[in-house]
């Protein structure tokens, strides 16, 4: 059985645009309240995690 373990830290990293695809990365910004903000400048799509 195969676990994957990977760092929620480490996920945040890299993560892709959803619109744009696995090529675009999101621009992390973390918040005060230790919630991630994540931007896409090429469609400006903003997620919050
Ligand atoms: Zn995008």
Redesign the pocket.
Known sequence: MKHKEIQQSKLLKNKP????GEG?M?AQHKQADGKSRFY?G????TVWE
């Open positions: 645009c959803s619109r744009c675009t999101m896409c090429k469609c400006h799509l």
